[in-house]
């Protein structure tokens, strides 16, 4: 782990203001971090493992020795004399440790945090060392990885400053300057890309090297081509170009209905097997292989089904539609196989409804009754699943576990069998691990996830027999153990699909000519449209489809699929250069599905449901805006917001939900009850069980369940305090804080002997004022803000990270009468920031007078090494304004704009950005810079005064 990042000038000037002797981060003082920040071009340090900052010295506490957790990294400013200030052209200077030999492809990695909205200040670099490609792609196959840097920006980062990065590069002490390639699909929708060095040449030679990309005509098919360059699969067998076979495309009407589909010969089949070592998975076969392998091979991808046709040789049969580009390499050839063991066709891998598939499916006439039903022996399974070896195949099998689930049925289970058991049980209730930035991931039982044992995910393939018509289809799953090919209606469909029209209803019927293909389902390659294409515009590039024969979901009508535009090919050659490239990177938005999908979601419960005119014009443009990172085209998210109404029915995936929520606090129960259950909850678990507001479980429940975990975890009774943090003790009506009281008492003794007073009375304190689990306040702070009054304020909402600032609840709190608390936390450099606003009265949208009815008190405190904190009650001649529209806003300003002392603003409304300004030189000569300036609100947090008495707690003294 690299713990030295830092960015030097070209020159090796060294740090300290005159150039030459280099001070300590610690003795820096105030006027020289100024200096700093609004002049220079600054990296970033990695905050150290051990718990430090980059200055050396511990982060501030809260109360009980808990850290502020939303200022996670710190820097480590270095200084240069004005004549060796880089230039903003001048790359950025970092250094790396050697990778861990036991890495199969190294790469550097690199994550560029967003702290403020002002491209004049530093950008936050942080190294996470060195990431594992273990499945390898093109570009490191013919180069070593050590010559390629990952970049990951922060979602607030704005396109000009990612530009300045990427333009600028990085440069590598005795490796020489990074400089922007490309990307995958994947790295695209996640902001990232891959930086190269520049030794390797100039970057339209190391194009050429691999092939010709400059004879296409759009920029995104070009940037998407060049990511074929960095998609990951697993390399086979190498292939020679007379194994290589050109066959045509069945077109008709405008459509290819072998659309990334070719063919492999049996013998090609067998050496993928052999290679993969996968050959266990099909001994019920005839032939022994995969009739389906999703493939990377020049510049082609797409799938390859097993041939009818016998060949004693290895044959690969490319069609026009797989190849992507030209290819330029000499043979022999990679073929890679994408997901590695995954990208093959396999028995048993059974299919989920989702929320998605029960809300089209119950439009189009299944019975509420049937998702409950199915929902209800779901769970009933997962509670029998320990002692029923029939239940622990099938769900073994579904989560493709294929290899376990033979030692069950061989009646020879060991250890990682009852291991995997036992978390399949409690699958349903278990919280996804996250990164920081990520939202927050339900459970499968919130995620309304219901297995359904005849059905299956498949890939979809086209007919290599020419006898399936238009509605018909043939598919032949693997049915306890042996191929069966069916003759019943199938009901198909993907994910994810918005569409009425994406769910297809149709016909199995045997075809002799298809018995090899197994495990997979085979569209015919006649009729007008595919109807792969009529499923969500798919193509059977490597799609998985929800293939069902499950009589009782099979929908008693469907609905026309949706018309997607057939894309007219530009003729106009697109400008193929690094710049042009890097720009497409720069402004592709990743955000258009999830504003589509929140705004389906808020239609989609209403009367009509999927079949409303907003509903169908919404679900008509996921399919552009899947596409759009190929395709190049900007989807326009329409504007119309549904009026709230009481009377709109409610639907069958509400009561699902209901049902979800009282089975994940059953299954919590059952936890606490339980005295060795608790070791299916690791400690992060823990903590995104205990941030999840949307959780059905109680905080009275939670609070008990903190208290078990942490006794029966040797070692981690010190994360108590940083749990309760996350637990709204004020829901607890009084006799409840009572009995938390006694919970804490009558377990301090016996299990938390060890914790210092202080720490128990930070936990006591928590239960009786909210302030005290404040993630931003420290306990001073906390004194200032409330003077020698004892208060007990309510926790309203705290932002959690990776969300969007909480502007609908704040605009509520302020519209209520009481008093309110507003905190607010934001970075400048090194420094972090708090912000408080005590307001009394009701705030709506029009300019309020500070006066005896509206009352607002300012702190704002510094928590760095050189502190500071000042408090400042607002007088008359002051105004507070909350505006809704065009953007959201909050300004406190003294007579007019002109004298704004605070203003907080939705600076993006796309990305759901907010950024604070703040006049400090309103607090006299407290603190040295006189303003807060554009800065993103990384942390915000709302209290309530409680209007309940307010009971002092009484503090803990251990008895000797």
């Known amino acids: 782990m690299s713990d030295i990042i830092r960015e030097e000038s070209n020159t090796g000037a060294t740090s300290g203001a005159g150039g030459g002797t280099k001070h300590p981060p610690s003795k820096i003082d105030e006027e020289h971090i100024e200096h700093m920040m609004n002049r220079m071009s600054v990296g970033m340090t990695k905050q150290n493992t051990g718990g430090t900052t980059a200055d050396g010295n511990a982060p501030p506490k809260t109360r009980g020795g808990a850290r502020p957790k939303v200022f996670t990294d710190r820097c480590e400013f270095k200084s240069y004399p004005r004549s060796t200030t880089p230039r903003m052209a001048d790359p950025i200077h970092l250094r790396f440790e050697k990778p861990n030999s036991r890495l199969t492809y190294p790469v550097k990695s690199v994550r560029i945090e967003c702290t403020s909205s002002d491209s004049k200040h530093a950008e936050d670099i942080k190294i996470e060392d060195y990431i594992d490609e273990q499945q390898s792609c093109p570009l490191f196959r013919e180069f070593e990885s050590k010559h390629f840097i990952m970049i990951t920006f922060d979602v607030k980062y704005r396109p000009k400053k990612v530009k300045e990065i990427l333009q600028r590069g990085i440069f590598i002490e005795q490796e020489g300057c990074f400089k922007y390639f490309g990307q995958s699909a994947s790295q695209l929708r996640a902001r990232k890309c891959v930086l190269y060095n520049e030794t390797l040449g100039e970057f339209r030679e190391v194009m050429r090297q691999f092939g010709r990309f400059e004879c296409l005509h759009q920029l995104s ?3 998407a081509r060049i990511g074929l360059l960095l998609s990951s699969a697993t390399p086979t067998v190498r292939i020679e170009d007379e194994e290589i076979v050109e066959i045509k495309d069945i077109e008709n009407n405008g459509y290819t209905f072998t659309d990334g589909c070719g063919f492999m010969s049996e013998k090609l089949a067998n050496d993928i097997t052999e290679e993969l070592r996968i050959k266990w998975r099909y001994k019920g076969q005839k032939i022994q292989v995969p009739s389906v392998v999703q493939i990377r091979l020049k510049g082609c991808k797409g799938i390859l089904i097993l041939d009818s046709e016998p060949e004693n040789k290895r044959l690969c049969k490319i069609r026009p539609s797989m190849e992507k580009f030209v290819w330029n390499m000499k043979p022999p050839h990679i073929l890679a196989v994408v997901d590695g063991k995954f990208g093959v066709s396999r028995p048993n891998t059974f299919g989920k409804l989702n929320k998605q598939f029960i809300r089209l499916l119950s439009g189009l006439g299944i019975q509420d009754e049937i998702f409950l039903k199915k929902q209800s022996q779901y769970f ?159 193509d059977l590039d490597g799609d998985l489809y929800f293939v ?126 339980a005295d060795d259950e608790f070791d299916f909850l690791d400690d992060i678990e823990m903590m995104e069980l205990l941030s999840d507001r949307e959780s059905p479980v109680d905080d009275l429940q939670l609070f008990r369940l903190v208290l078990m975990w942490c006794k029966r975890s040797d070692g981690q009774q010190n994360l108590l305090l940083d749990f309760t943090k996350h637990i709204n003790f004020s829901k607890f009506q009084p006799d409840e804080r009572t009995v938390a009281d006694i919970d804490i008492m009558s377990n301090i003794g016996q299990y938390f002997h060890d914790l210092p007073k202080e720490y128990i009375n930070g936990l006591m304190q928590q239960v009786h004022n909210a302030l005290y689990q404040s993630e931003l306040l420290q306990e001073e702070d906390i004194g200032i803000i409330t003077g020698e009054k004892s208060h007990q304020w309510m926790l309203h909402y705290r932002m959690n990270i990776g969300e969007t600032f909480p502007w609908n609840y704040l605009n509520q709190i302020l519209g209520e009468d009481g008093s309110k608390l507003l905190i607010l936390g934001v970075r400048v450099g090194s420094q972090e920031w708090i912000l408080a606003c005590n307001m009394t009265g009701i705030f709506r949208y029009e300019p309020v007078n500070i006066g005896s009815s509206h009352k607002v008190a300012v702190f704002v405190s510094r928590h760095t090494l050189h502190k500071g904190h000042e408090l400042l009650n607002l007088p008359r001649g002051y105004l507070v304004e909350l505006k809704e529209l065009p953007k959201q806003r909050l300004d406190i300003y003294e007579n007019t704009k002109k004298d704004t002392f605070i203003s907080l603003i939705q600076d993006d409304e796309e990305e759901q950005t907010t950024i604070l300004s703040i006049a400090l030189n309103r607090f006299g000569q407290t603190f040295t810079q006189s303003r807060i300036r554009k800065q993103y609100v990384v942390a915000c947090e709302l209290f309530k005064l409680s209007s309940e008495p307010h009971v002092e707690h009484k503090p803990y003294h251990p008895v000797n």
């Open 221 to 223: 098919k070009i940037a």
């Open 380 to 538: 009933d399974e997962l509670m029998k699943l320990p002692d029923d070896e029939y239940l622990q195949v099938k769900y073994l099998c579904t989560l493709q576990h294929h290899d376990l689930a033979e030692k069950v049925m061989k009646k020879c289970s060991d250890g990682a069998v009852k291991r995997m058991i036992k978390k399949i049980s409690t699958q349903a209730c278990t919280i996804r691990k996250q990164s920081q930035s990520d939202k927050r991931k339900k459970t499968q039982a919130e995620r309304l996830i219901i297995p359904i044992e005849k059905s299956r995910n498949v890939y979809g393939v086209c007919d290599p027999s020419n006898q399936l018509q238009y509605g018909q289809c043939f598919f032949q799953p693997t049915i306890r153990g042996s191929p069966q090919p069916l003759n019943i209606k199938v009901v198909v469909t993907k994910n994810p699909c918005y569409h009425p029209g994406d769910v297809r209803v149709l016909q199995c019927i045997d075809v002799q000519e298809c018995w090899h293909l197994i495990d997979c389902i085979v569209f015919p390659v006649k009729g007008d449209r595919p109807h792969s294409d009529e499923i969500a515009g798919s």
């Open 548 to 673: 069902c024969w499950d009589c009782d979901l099979i929908p008693p009508r469907t609905y026309q699929a949706h018309q997607g535009s057939l894309r007219s090919k530009s003729t106009r050659r697109a400008d193929f250069t690094q710049s042009s490239l890097l720009n497409y990177f720069v402004n592709y938005k990743s955000s258009t599905i999830s504003q589509l999908n929140r705004l389906y979601e808020q239609w989609v419960d209403l009367n009509d449901g999927i079949f409303s005119d907003k509903c169908l014009e919404i679900s008509g443009l996921f399919s552009c805006a899947v596409d759009a990172a190929k395709t190049g085209e900007i989807v326009k998210i329409p504007y119309f917001a549904p009026q709230a109404n009481s009377g709109n029915p409610i639907k069958v995936w509400h009561q699902l939900q209901e049902r979800a929520d009282a089975y994940l606090k059953k299954a919590l129960d059952d936890v606490i009850k």
